[in-house]
Nanobody, 126 residues
């Protein structure tokens, strides 16, 4: 499966952005999807994840209540709505996918994913 992340950009603190992760070459509803981010000089970290059905989600504590992950399997796309952005949210954001037979699986660790998108830059100014 190929993943294409988009929607990054430059925004002031308190603003919003919506990232998209479009998949091709797969029965998308069989894939758990996650978003991760990597800030300069830091390791890549988990942000949010969603099950193949969309019925289960999980978030890191740092974004809980501000970011929302959703998916439209008819469009083979997962979204990350990011609200109340902070300068510390500045990073390259990556989406990842993993095939799971059961559509209610949520994966929060990088090692659980097999496919990665190219990343999209999000910059939040203070």
């Amino acid at each position: 499966v190929q993943l294409q992340a988009s929607g990054g950009g430059f925004v002031q603190a308190g603003g919003s952005l919506r990232l998209s992760c479009e998949a091709s070459g797969a029965t998308f509803r069989r894939y758990a999807v996650g978003w991760f981010r990597q800030a300069p000089g830091k390791e890549r970290e988990f942000v949010a994840a969603i099950s193949g059905s969309g019925g289960r989600t999980d978030y890191s504590d740092s974004v809980k209540g501000r970011f929302y992950i959703s998916r439209d399997n008819a469009k083979n796309t997962v979204y990350l709505q990011m609200n109340s952005l902070k300068p510390e949210d500045t990073a390259v954001y990556y989406c990842a996918a993993a095939y799971r037979l059961h559509s209610n699986v949520v994966l929060t660790t990088q090692g659980g994913y097999d496919y990665w998108g190219q990343g999209t830059q999000v910059t939040v100014s203070s």
